[in-house]
Protein backbone atom coordinates (compact mmCIF):
# COMPACT_ATOMS: atom_id res chain seq x y z
CA UNK A 1 0.00 0.00 0.00
CA UNK A 2 1.41 3.18 -0.93
CA UNK A 3 1.23 6.26 0.91
CA UNK A 4 -1.19 8.01 -1.24
CA UNK A 5 -3.67 5.09 -0.64
CA UNK A 6 -3.22 5.51 2.96
CA UNK A 7 -4.01 9.08 3.07
CA UNK A 8 -7.14 8.25 1.25
CA UNK A 9 -8.09 5.58 3.31
CA UNK A 10 -11.49 6.40 5.08
CA UNK A 11 -10.57 6.58 8.55
CA UNK A 12 -13.72 5.05 10.64
CA UNK A 13 -11.85 5.48 14.36
CA UNK A 14 -11.98 9.40 14.44
CA UNK A 15 -12.40 9.45 18.39
CA UNK A 16 -9.72 8.21 20.64
CA UNK A 17 -9.48 4.16 21.69
CA UNK A 18 -10.19 4.55 25.30
CA UNK A 19 -8.95 1.09 26.76
CA UNK A 20 -10.02 0.84 30.92
CA UNK A 21 -7.30 -2.39 31.90
CA UNK A 22 -9.91 -3.15 35.06
CA UNK A 23 -7.99 -3.90 38.28
CA UNK A 24 -9.76 -5.86 41.08
CA UNK A 25 -10.14 -3.18 44.19
CA UNK A 26 -8.07 -5.91 46.21
CA UNK A 27 -4.95 -5.34 43.70
CA UNK A 28 -5.41 -1.73 43.58
CA UNK A 29 -4.48 -1.82 47.41
CA UNK A 30 -1.16 -0.49 48.23
CA UNK A 31 1.11 -2.82 49.90
CA UNK A 32 1.89 -1.00 53.24
CA UNK A 33 -1.72 -0.84 53.91
CA UNK A 34 -2.85 -4.34 53.01
CA UNK A 35 -0.12 -5.52 55.10
CA UNK A 36 -1.33 -3.46 58.12
CA UNK A 37 -4.92 -4.40 57.10
CA UNK A 38 -3.94 -7.99 57.10
CA UNK A 39 -2.33 -7.56 60.49
CA UNK A 40 -4.96 -5.25 62.01
CA UNK A 41 -7.56 -8.45 61.29
CA UNK A 42 -5.61 -11.02 62.01
CA UNK A 43 -5.03 -9.87 65.67
CA UNK A 44 -8.96 -8.61 65.86
CA UNK A 45 -9.72 -12.55 64.96
CA UNK A 46 -7.43 -13.70 67.72
CA UNK A 47 -8.38 -11.52 70.22
CA UNK A 48 -12.18 -12.12 69.66
CA UNK A 49 -11.66 -16.02 69.35
CA UNK A 50 -10.25 -15.57 72.99
CA UNK A 51 -12.81 -13.33 73.95
CA UNK A 52 -15.52 -15.88 73.05
CA UNK A 53 -13.88 -18.20 75.86
CA UNK A 54 -14.01 -21.36 73.70
CA UNK A 55 -10.35 -21.87 73.96
CA UNK A 56 -8.77 -22.27 77.28
CA UNK A 57 -6.50 -19.01 77.99
CA UNK A 58 -4.03 -21.29 79.08
CA UNK A 59 -3.66 -22.97 75.60
CA UNK A 60 -3.91 -19.50 73.75
CA UNK A 61 -3.23 -16.28 75.43
CA UNK A 62 -5.11 -12.92 74.28
CA UNK A 63 -3.00 -10.57 71.68
CA UNK A 64 -3.08 -7.97 74.52
CA UNK A 65 -1.70 -10.91 76.85
CA UNK A 66 0.90 -11.38 74.39
CA UNK A 67 1.59 -7.51 74.02
CA UNK A 68 2.70 -6.86 77.69
CA UNK A 69 5.36 -9.71 77.94
CA UNK A 70 6.68 -8.39 74.44
CA UNK A 71 7.26 -5.49 76.66
CA UNK A 72 8.66 -7.77 79.79
CA UNK A 73 10.82 -9.42 77.81
CA UNK A 74 11.82 -6.44 75.81
CA UNK A 75 12.66 -4.41 78.62
CA UNK A 76 14.61 -7.28 80.08
CA UNK A 77 16.32 -7.30 76.54
CA UNK A 78 17.56 -3.72 76.72
CA UNK A 79 18.64 -3.63 79.87
CA UNK A 80 20.55 -6.27 79.62
CA UNK A 81 19.45 -9.01 82.14
CA UNK A 82 19.66 -12.76 81.80
CA UNK A 83 18.10 -13.12 78.72
CA UNK A 84 20.35 -10.72 76.71
CA UNK A 85 23.07 -13.58 77.52
CA UNK A 86 20.55 -16.10 76.82
CA UNK A 87 19.97 -14.56 73.44
CA UNK A 88 23.58 -14.23 72.85
CA UNK A 89 24.27 -17.46 73.18
CA UNK A 90 21.81 -18.43 70.16
CA UNK A 91 23.16 -15.72 68.12
CA UNK A 92 26.36 -17.24 68.54
CA UNK A 93 25.22 -20.44 67.84
CA UNK A 94 23.37 -19.19 64.80
CA UNK A 95 26.49 -17.34 63.63
CA UNK A 96 28.80 -19.89 64.51
CA UNK A 97 26.90 -22.29 62.56
CA UNK A 98 26.18 -20.29 59.63
CA UNK A 99 29.77 -20.07 58.95
CA UNK A 100 31.02 -23.25 59.03
CA UNK A 101 28.22 -24.37 57.11
CA UNK A 102 29.24 -21.58 54.55
CA UNK A 103 32.91 -23.44 54.47
CA UNK A 104 31.89 -27.06 54.65
CA UNK A 105 28.98 -26.70 52.02
CA UNK A 106 30.88 -24.03 49.75
CA UNK A 107 34.26 -26.72 49.82
CA UNK A 108 31.73 -29.33 49.18
CA UNK A 109 29.78 -27.77 46.39
CA UNK A 110 33.01 -26.94 44.75
CA UNK A 111 33.97 -30.26 44.32
CA UNK A 112 30.34 -31.96 43.84
CA UNK A 113 30.65 -29.36 40.68
CA UNK A 114 33.92 -28.98 39.45
CA UNK A 115 34.99 -32.83 39.52
CA UNK A 116 33.84 -35.57 37.90
CA UNK A 117 35.16 -37.64 41.19
CA UNK A 118 32.87 -35.36 43.56
CA UNK A 119 29.55 -35.69 41.40
CA UNK A 120 29.93 -39.38 41.01
CA UNK A 121 31.45 -40.65 44.64
CA UNK A 122 30.77 -37.92 46.73
CA UNK A 123 27.16 -36.46 45.77
CA UNK A 124 25.68 -40.21 46.36
CA UNK A 125 26.39 -39.68 49.90
CA UNK A 126 25.19 -36.06 50.07
CA UNK A 127 21.83 -37.29 48.78
CA UNK A 128 21.81 -39.86 51.21
CA UNK A 129 22.52 -38.22 54.10
CA UNK A 130 20.06 -35.61 52.72
CA UNK A 131 17.15 -37.39 52.59
CA UNK A 132 17.73 -38.75 56.94
CA UNK A 133 15.72 -36.54 59.23
CA UNK A 134 18.62 -34.46 60.58
CA UNK A 135 16.98 -33.49 63.81
CA UNK A 136 17.38 -37.01 64.75
CA UNK A 137 21.83 -36.52 65.00
CA UNK A 138 20.95 -33.93 68.21
CA UNK A 139 21.22 -36.67 70.55
CA UNK A 140 24.50 -38.01 68.98
CA UNK A 141 26.15 -34.52 68.90
CA UNK A 142 25.32 -33.77 72.65
CA UNK A 143 26.56 -37.10 73.54
CA UNK A 144 29.87 -36.43 71.14
CA UNK A 145 29.95 -32.38 72.05
CA UNK A 146 28.82 -32.24 75.38
CA UNK A 147 25.72 -29.51 76.75
CA UNK A 148 27.46 -26.92 75.24
CA UNK A 149 27.11 -24.35 72.41
CA UNK A 150 29.23 -27.10 70.36
CA UNK A 151 26.66 -29.65 70.70
CA UNK A 152 24.22 -26.64 68.95
CA UNK A 153 26.64 -25.60 66.88
CA UNK A 154 26.72 -28.65 65.07
CA UNK A 155 23.32 -29.79 64.43
CA UNK A 156 23.09 -26.23 63.27
CA UNK A 157 25.78 -26.51 60.60
CA UNK A 158 24.91 -29.82 59.72
CA UNK A 159 21.32 -28.92 58.75
CA UNK A 160 22.46 -25.59 57.02
CA UNK A 161 24.96 -27.32 55.29
CA UNK A 162 23.24 -29.11 52.49
CA UNK A 163 21.43 -26.01 50.64
CA UNK A 164 24.93 -24.49 50.08
CA UNK A 165 25.92 -27.68 48.75
CA UNK A 166 23.38 -27.73 46.58
CA UNK A 167 23.40 -24.27 45.43
CA UNK A 168 26.92 -23.88 45.33
CA UNK A 169 27.00 -27.13 42.61
CA UNK A 170 23.77 -26.18 40.52
CA UNK A 171 25.95 -22.50 40.31
CA UNK A 172 28.96 -23.81 38.82
CA UNK A 173 26.58 -25.95 36.06
CA UNK A 174 24.93 -22.85 35.43
CA UNK A 175 27.36 -21.63 33.05
CA UNK A 176 26.35 -22.13 29.33
CA UNK A 177 28.25 -23.69 26.71
CA UNK A 178 29.37 -20.48 25.08
CA UNK A 179 31.27 -19.14 27.57
CA UNK A 180 32.90 -21.97 28.34
CA UNK A 181 34.03 -22.02 24.91
CA UNK A 182 34.94 -18.31 24.99
CA UNK A 183 37.11 -19.50 27.87
CA UNK A 184 38.75 -22.32 26.08
CA UNK A 185 39.13 -20.19 22.83
CA UNK A 186 41.31 -17.33 25.06
CA UNK A 187 43.32 -20.50 26.74
CA UNK A 188 41.82 -20.43 30.24
CA UNK A 189 43.08 -22.91 32.43
CA UNK A 190 40.52 -24.92 35.34
CA UNK A 191 41.08 -22.01 38.34
CA UNK A 192 40.31 -19.22 35.93
CA UNK A 193 37.42 -20.64 34.60
CA UNK A 194 36.20 -21.25 37.50
CA UNK A 195 36.97 -17.91 39.34
CA UNK A 196 36.36 -15.59 36.35
CA UNK A 197 33.75 -17.45 34.96
CA UNK A 198 31.88 -20.65 36.74
CA UNK A 199 31.56 -19.21 40.10
CA UNK A 200 30.54 -15.69 39.41
CA UNK A 201 28.08 -16.82 37.06
CA UNK A 202 27.06 -19.18 39.73
CA UNK A 203 26.31 -16.46 42.79
CA UNK A 204 22.35 -16.61 42.55
CA UNK A 205 22.24 -20.32 42.76
CA UNK A 206 24.95 -20.10 45.50
CA UNK A 207 22.55 -17.19 47.27
CA UNK A 208 19.31 -19.39 46.75
CA UNK A 209 21.19 -21.81 49.22
CA UNK A 210 22.01 -18.83 52.11
CA UNK A 211 18.54 -18.00 51.80
CA UNK A 212 17.45 -21.46 52.91
CA UNK A 213 20.46 -22.09 54.84
CA UNK A 214 19.66 -19.10 56.93
CA UNK A 215 16.06 -20.42 57.79
CA UNK A 216 17.75 -23.76 58.25
CA UNK A 217 20.51 -22.33 61.05
CA UNK A 218 18.04 -21.27 63.12
CA UNK A 219 15.61 -24.26 63.16
CA UNK A 220 19.39 -26.63 64.10
CA UNK A 221 20.36 -24.03 66.75
CA UNK A 222 17.17 -24.01 68.85
CA UNK A 223 16.05 -27.47 68.01
CA UNK A 224 20.05 -28.47 69.51
CA UNK A 225 18.90 -26.17 72.85
CA UNK A 226 15.58 -28.12 73.40
CA UNK A 227 17.15 -31.38 73.30
CA UNK A 228 20.41 -30.62 74.71
CA UNK A 229 19.97 -28.01 77.38
CA UNK A 230 22.04 -25.46 77.23
CA UNK A 231 21.41 -21.50 78.47
CA UNK A 232 20.25 -20.55 75.39
CA UNK A 233 17.04 -18.99 73.94
CA UNK A 234 15.63 -22.07 73.10
CA UNK A 235 16.19 -22.95 76.56
CA UNK A 236 13.71 -20.36 78.03
CA UNK A 237 11.27 -21.04 75.59
CA UNK A 238 11.23 -24.48 77.02
CA UNK A 239 10.97 -23.46 80.36
CA UNK A 240 8.30 -21.43 79.95
CA UNK A 241 6.64 -24.10 77.53
CA UNK A 242 6.66 -26.07 80.88
CA UNK A 243 5.63 -23.72 82.70
CA UNK A 244 2.34 -22.41 81.00
CA UNK A 245 3.42 -19.50 80.40
CA UNK A 246 2.23 -19.17 76.71
CA UNK A 247 2.29 -15.54 76.70
CA UNK A 248 6.17 -15.88 77.50
CA UNK A 249 6.27 -18.61 74.83
CA UNK A 250 5.05 -16.84 72.30
CA UNK A 251 6.46 -12.94 73.09
CA UNK A 252 10.01 -14.88 73.19
CA UNK A 253 9.51 -17.13 69.72
CA UNK A 254 9.09 -13.03 68.03
CA UNK A 255 12.22 -11.71 69.42
CA UNK A 256 13.86 -15.08 68.28
CA UNK A 257 12.26 -14.35 65.06
CA UNK A 258 13.73 -11.04 64.23
CA UNK A 259 17.25 -12.94 64.87
CA UNK A 260 16.34 -15.19 61.86
CA UNK A 261 14.77 -12.51 60.03
CA UNK A 262 18.70 -10.46 60.72
CA UNK A 263 20.14 -13.28 59.05
CA UNK A 264 18.28 -13.23 56.16
CA UNK A 265 18.22 -9.77 55.62
CA UNK A 266 22.04 -9.45 55.60
CA UNK A 267 22.25 -12.80 52.91
CA UNK A 268 19.83 -11.13 50.89
CA UNK A 269 21.81 -7.51 51.16
CA UNK A 270 25.14 -9.20 50.51
CA UNK A 271 23.41 -10.72 47.41
CA UNK A 272 22.24 -7.17 46.35
CA UNK A 273 25.68 -5.83 46.53
CA UNK A 274 27.75 -8.76 44.50
CA UNK A 275 24.55 -9.91 42.20
CA UNK A 276 24.02 -6.53 41.17
CA UNK A 277 23.22 -7.39 37.52
CA UNK A 278 21.30 -10.62 38.44
CA UNK A 279 17.84 -7.83 39.34
CA UNK A 280 18.40 -6.29 36.38
CA UNK A 281 18.30 -9.25 33.92
CA UNK A 282 15.68 -10.69 35.82
CA UNK A 283 13.47 -7.40 35.24
CA UNK A 284 15.02 -7.37 31.48
CA UNK A 285 13.24 -11.10 31.25
CA UNK A 286 10.03 -10.13 32.77
CA UNK A 287 10.28 -6.81 30.13
CA UNK A 288 10.98 -9.09 26.97
CA UNK B 1 41.49 -43.60 -0.13
CA UNK B 2 41.15 -41.29 -2.96
CA UNK B 3 42.25 -38.11 -2.54
CA UNK B 4 39.77 -35.59 -4.05
CA UNK B 5 40.65 -32.28 -5.19
CA UNK B 6 37.59 -29.41 -4.70
CA UNK B 7 36.26 -28.69 -8.02
CA UNK B 8 36.53 -25.38 -8.81
CA UNK B 9 34.58 -23.04 -10.48
CA UNK B 10 36.09 -21.25 -13.58
CA UNK B 11 36.03 -17.93 -12.26
CA UNK B 12 37.73 -19.29 -8.82
CA UNK B 13 40.68 -21.46 -10.16
CA UNK B 14 41.56 -18.79 -11.92
CA UNK B 15 41.82 -16.54 -8.76
CA UNK B 16 43.40 -18.80 -6.95
CA UNK B 17 46.79 -19.28 -8.23
CA UNK B 18 47.25 -15.65 -8.41
CA UNK B 19 46.38 -14.69 -5.15
CA UNK B 20 48.61 -17.68 -3.79
CA UNK B 21 50.97 -15.80 -5.41
CA UNK B 22 50.53 -12.56 -4.59
CA UNK B 23 49.91 -12.96 -0.49
CA UNK B 24 51.03 -16.09 1.16
CA UNK B 25 48.15 -17.74 2.98
CA UNK B 26 47.96 -16.87 6.56
CA UNK B 27 45.92 -20.15 7.22
CA UNK B 28 46.14 -23.34 5.67
CA UNK B 29 44.12 -26.83 6.06
CA UNK B 30 45.69 -29.82 4.15
CA UNK B 31 43.66 -32.95 4.46
CA UNK B 32 41.81 -32.58 7.66
CA UNK B 33 39.62 -35.29 8.76
CA UNK B 34 37.88 -35.60 11.34
CA UNK B 35 36.25 -39.39 12.91
CA UNK B 36 34.68 -39.67 16.21
CA UNK B 37 35.63 -42.61 17.50
CA UNK B 38 33.38 -42.96 20.06
CA UNK B 39 30.30 -42.45 18.02
CA UNK B 40 31.90 -43.18 14.48
CA UNK B 41 31.28 -40.40 12.74
CA UNK B 42 33.12 -38.85 10.01
CA UNK B 43 32.74 -35.18 10.43
CA UNK B 44 35.45 -34.45 7.69
CA UNK B 45 36.66 -35.95 4.90
CA UNK B 46 39.97 -34.64 3.42
CA UNK B 47 39.26 -30.78 3.69
CA UNK B 48 41.87 -28.65 1.95
CA UNK B 49 41.17 -24.55 2.14
CA UNK B 50 43.63 -21.67 2.93
CA UNK B 51 42.94 -18.34 4.01
CA UNK B 52 45.13 -15.57 2.09
CA UNK B 53 45.97 -12.73 4.17
CA UNK B 54 43.35 -9.84 4.14
CA UNK B 55 40.52 -12.08 2.45
CA UNK B 56 37.18 -13.21 3.83
CA UNK B 57 36.11 -16.97 3.18
CA UNK B 58 32.98 -18.16 4.10
CA UNK B 59 31.81 -22.03 4.59
CA UNK B 60 28.46 -23.23 3.56
CA UNK B 61 26.75 -25.98 4.27
CA UNK B 62 23.39 -27.43 5.78
CA UNK B 63 23.60 -28.42 9.73
CA UNK B 64 25.09 -31.32 10.12
CA UNK B 65 27.99 -31.09 7.02
CA UNK B 66 30.82 -30.51 9.97
CA UNK B 67 31.14 -26.99 9.41
CA UNK B 68 31.15 -26.32 13.78
CA UNK B 69 33.94 -29.11 13.92
CA UNK B 70 35.88 -27.46 11.41
CA UNK B 71 36.06 -24.55 13.09
CA UNK B 72 36.85 -26.06 16.53
CA UNK B 73 39.82 -27.84 14.96
CA UNK B 74 40.93 -24.14 13.27
CA UNK B 75 40.39 -22.36 16.57
CA UNK B 76 42.72 -25.30 18.18
CA UNK B 77 39.82 -26.75 20.25
CA UNK B 78 39.85 -29.97 18.99
CA UNK B 79 42.71 -32.17 17.54
CA UNK B 80 41.67 -33.17 13.73
CA UNK B 81 42.27 -37.36 13.25
CA UNK B 82 44.54 -36.77 10.07
CA UNK B 83 46.47 -33.45 8.58
CA UNK B 84 48.01 -30.51 8.82
CA UNK B 85 46.49 -27.12 10.78
CA UNK B 86 49.07 -23.95 9.88
CA UNK B 87 48.31 -21.11 11.16
CA UNK B 88 51.06 -18.26 10.17
CA UNK B 89 53.64 -20.92 9.89
CA UNK B 90 53.31 -22.86 12.95
CA UNK B 91 50.77 -25.70 13.77
CA UNK B 92 47.86 -25.26 15.48
CA UNK B 93 47.81 -27.57 18.45
CA UNK B 94 45.78 -25.74 21.04
CA UNK B 95 43.49 -22.20 21.35
CA UNK B 96 46.03 -19.43 20.59
CA UNK B 97 46.17 -15.65 20.97
CA UNK B 98 46.55 -15.10 17.76
CA UNK B 99 43.05 -16.85 16.58
CA UNK B 100 40.46 -14.23 17.39
CA UNK B 101 36.63 -15.79 17.58
CA UNK B 102 33.53 -14.91 17.87
CA UNK B 103 29.79 -16.60 18.56
CA UNK B 104 26.19 -16.61 17.50
CA UNK B 105 25.79 -15.38 21.15
CA UNK B 106 27.79 -12.08 22.61
CA UNK B 107 28.46 -14.07 25.72
CA UNK B 108 29.47 -10.93 27.53
CA UNK B 109 29.97 -11.36 31.11
CA UNK B 110 27.19 -9.39 33.61
CA UNK B 111 29.44 -8.58 36.21
CA UNK B 112 31.93 -7.17 34.24
CA UNK B 113 31.73 -3.76 32.22
CA UNK B 114 32.02 -3.03 28.83
CA UNK B 115 35.28 -2.35 28.75
CA UNK B 116 36.45 -5.03 31.01
CA UNK B 117 34.66 -7.62 28.94
CA UNK B 118 36.62 -6.56 25.75
CA UNK B 119 39.82 -6.83 27.67
CA UNK B 120 39.15 -10.14 29.01
CA UNK B 121 41.41 -12.33 26.95
CA UNK B 122 44.39 -10.01 27.73
CA UNK B 123 43.29 -10.75 31.85
CA UNK B 124 42.72 -14.23 30.99
CA UNK B 125 46.63 -14.57 29.70
CA UNK B 126 48.70 -11.34 31.07
CA UNK B 127 46.97 -10.70 34.09
CA UNK B 128 44.81 -8.22 35.64
CA UNK B 129 47.65 -5.27 34.92
CA UNK B 130 48.24 -5.92 31.34
CA UNK B 131 44.64 -5.90 31.12
CA UNK B 132 44.33 -2.83 32.51
CA UNK B 133 46.97 -1.18 30.43
CA UNK B 134 44.73 -2.10 26.98
CA UNK B 135 41.90 -0.19 28.54
CA UNK B 136 42.87 2.73 25.83
CA UNK B 137 43.40 -0.05 22.98
CA UNK B 138 39.67 -1.17 23.85
CA UNK B 139 38.36 2.58 23.69
CA UNK B 140 39.72 2.63 20.15
CA UNK B 141 38.07 -0.44 19.37
CA UNK B 142 34.68 0.56 20.18
CA UNK B 143 35.22 3.82 18.62
CA UNK B 144 35.82 1.75 15.69
CA UNK B 145 32.59 -0.18 16.27
CA UNK B 146 30.56 2.87 17.12
CA UNK B 147 30.28 2.13 20.37
CA UNK B 148 32.42 5.03 22.02
CA UNK B 149 31.14 6.57 25.40
CA UNK B 150 29.63 2.55 26.25
CA UNK B 151 33.17 2.02 27.79
CA UNK B 152 31.37 1.71 31.77
CA UNK B 153 28.46 0.35 30.58
CA UNK B 154 27.12 -3.19 32.08
CA UNK B 155 26.02 -5.28 29.27
CA UNK B 156 22.70 -5.58 30.53
CA UNK B 157 21.97 -1.76 28.86
CA UNK B 158 23.64 -3.15 25.78
CA UNK B 159 21.12 -3.85 22.74
CA UNK B 160 21.75 -7.69 20.84
CA UNK B 161 23.47 -5.73 18.30
CA UNK B 162 25.40 -3.33 20.72
CA UNK B 163 26.59 -6.29 22.22
CA UNK B 164 27.72 -8.28 19.20
CA UNK B 165 29.75 -4.86 18.52
CA UNK B 166 31.40 -5.18 21.84
CA UNK B 167 32.07 -9.41 21.29
CA UNK B 168 34.05 -7.77 18.47
CA UNK B 169 36.32 -5.46 19.90
CA UNK B 170 36.95 -8.89 22.08
CA UNK B 171 37.66 -10.45 19.71
CA UNK B 172 39.51 -7.85 17.98
CA UNK B 173 41.80 -6.72 21.12
CA UNK B 174 44.41 -9.56 20.95
CA UNK B 175 45.46 -8.57 17.43
CA UNK B 176 44.41 -12.22 15.83
CA UNK B 177 45.91 -13.13 12.74
CA UNK B 178 42.91 -14.95 11.79
CA UNK B 179 38.97 -14.04 12.66
CA UNK B 180 36.80 -17.39 12.96
CA UNK B 181 33.48 -16.32 12.93
CA UNK B 182 30.77 -18.63 13.93
CA UNK B 183 27.15 -17.54 12.50
CA UNK B 184 28.03 -14.51 14.32
CA UNK B 185 24.86 -12.45 13.78
CA UNK B 186 22.32 -15.23 13.50
CA UNK B 187 20.80 -14.38 16.68
CA UNK B 188 19.79 -10.90 15.53
CA UNK B 189 16.50 -9.48 13.72
CA UNK B 190 17.13 -9.24 9.76
CA UNK B 191 17.43 -5.85 9.66
CA UNK B 192 20.32 -5.61 12.47
CA UNK B 193 21.69 -8.54 10.82
CA UNK B 194 21.97 -6.94 7.46
CA UNK B 195 23.42 -3.75 8.84
CA UNK B 196 26.00 -5.85 11.11
CA UNK B 197 27.24 -7.40 7.58
CA UNK B 198 28.40 -4.34 6.61
CA UNK B 199 29.35 -2.88 9.65
CA UNK B 200 31.68 -6.09 9.66
CA UNK B 201 32.95 -5.59 6.11
CA UNK B 202 33.81 -1.95 7.29
CA UNK B 203 35.86 -3.60 10.43
CA UNK B 204 37.41 -6.43 8.66
CA UNK B 205 38.83 -3.84 5.78
CA UNK B 206 39.86 -1.18 8.07
CA UNK B 207 41.61 -3.59 10.37
CA UNK B 208 42.54 -5.62 7.12
CA UNK B 209 41.88 -8.83 8.39
CA UNK B 210 41.66 -12.27 7.44
CA UNK B 211 37.94 -13.58 8.23
CA UNK B 212 37.05 -17.01 7.94
CA UNK B 213 32.68 -17.08 8.53
CA UNK B 214 30.83 -20.33 9.25
CA UNK B 215 27.06 -19.88 8.12
CA UNK B 216 24.10 -21.42 6.99
CA UNK B 217 22.80 -18.06 5.03
CA UNK B 218 24.08 -17.91 1.16
CA UNK B 219 23.37 -14.37 0.72
CA UNK B 220 25.30 -13.39 3.73
CA UNK B 221 27.94 -15.55 2.98
CA UNK B 222 28.20 -14.09 -1.14
CA UNK B 223 27.65 -10.59 0.51
CA UNK B 224 30.84 -10.81 2.35
CA UNK B 225 33.17 -13.16 1.51
CA UNK B 226 35.90 -13.21 -1.79
CA UNK B 227 35.43 -17.21 -1.51
CA UNK B 228 32.84 -19.22 -0.22
CA UNK B 229 33.32 -23.01 0.34
CA UNK B 230 30.62 -25.23 -0.47
CA UNK B 231 30.50 -28.40 2.10
CA UNK B 232 28.24 -31.24 1.55
CA UNK B 233 27.36 -33.59 4.82
CA UNK B 234 28.60 -37.09 5.66
CA UNK B 235 31.47 -36.86 5.71
CA UNK B 236 31.67 -33.24 5.73
CA UNK B 237 33.89 -32.10 2.64
CA UNK B 238 34.22 -29.06 0.49
CA UNK B 239 32.79 -29.64 -2.93
CA UNK B 240 33.18 -26.54 -4.29
CA UNK B 241 34.95 -22.95 -3.98
CA UNK B 242 33.47 -20.13 -5.62
CA UNK B 243 34.86 -16.96 -6.00
CA UNK B 244 32.83 -14.07 -5.53
CA UNK B 245 33.79 -11.15 -7.70
CA UNK B 246 31.02 -8.54 -6.64
CA UNK B 247 33.45 -5.37 -6.14
CA UNK B 248 34.42 -3.96 -2.54
CA UNK B 249 32.92 -2.45 -0.47
CA UNK B 250 29.98 -4.02 -0.75
CA UNK B 251 26.72 -2.75 -0.36
CA UNK B 252 23.16 -3.73 0.49
CA UNK B 253 21.80 -2.45 -2.99
CA UNK B 254 24.34 -5.31 -4.28
CA UNK B 255 21.65 -8.02 -2.33
CA UNK B 256 19.33 -7.52 -5.20
CA UNK B 257 21.23 -7.30 -8.05
CA UNK B 258 20.83 -9.85 -11.40
CA UNK B 259 24.34 -10.90 -10.71
CA UNK B 260 24.12 -11.48 -6.63
CA UNK B 261 20.93 -13.30 -7.65
CA UNK B 262 22.50 -15.45 -9.90
CA UNK B 263 25.69 -16.25 -7.84
CA UNK B 264 23.24 -17.45 -4.79
CA UNK B 265 21.09 -19.46 -7.14
CA UNK B 266 24.25 -21.36 -8.63
CA UNK B 267 25.27 -21.73 -4.68
CA UNK B 268 21.92 -23.16 -3.46
CA UNK B 269 21.93 -25.53 -6.53
CA UNK B 270 25.01 -27.14 -5.77
CA UNK B 271 24.28 -27.31 -2.23
CA UNK B 272 20.64 -28.96 -2.74
CA UNK B 273 22.49 -31.49 -5.45
CA UNK B 274 24.38 -32.42 -2.44
CA UNK B 275 22.18 -33.01 0.12
CA UNK B 276 19.76 -34.95 -1.42
CA UNK B 277 21.96 -37.83 -2.88
Known sequence: ?288 | MERRQPELTSAAAALRPTTRQATPPVYQLRGVSKTYARRNVHALDDIDLQLAKGSFSAVIGSSGCGKSTLLKIMAGLVPPTRGSVVLAGKPVTGPRRDIGMMFQQATLFPWRTTIENIVLPIEIRDGRKAARARHDAASQLLELVGLNGFEHVYPNELSGGMAQRAAICRMLITEPAVLLLDEPFSALDELTREFMNMELQRICIDQEATAFLVTHSIQEAVILSDLVYVMSPRPGRIVEAVSIDLPRPRTLEMLSTAHFGAIVQAIRDRLDKEAFL
Open chain 1, 1 to 288: MNQVELAQAPSEATADTVWIEQVSWIDSIPRSVAMIGLFVAFVALWQFLTLLDVISPIILPTPLEVAYDLTVVGTNLLTGQYMLGALWITIKEVIYGFALALAIGFSLGVIVGETAFGERAVLPYLVAIDTMPKIAFAPLFVAWLGFDIASKVALAAFIATFPIVVGTAAGLHAADDNARMLFKTMGAGRWQTLVKMKLPTGLPHLFTGLKIASVGVMAGAITGEFLGGGKGFGELIRISASQLNTPRVFSLILYLSLVGLALFALVTWTQRRFVFWHRAEVRAAADG
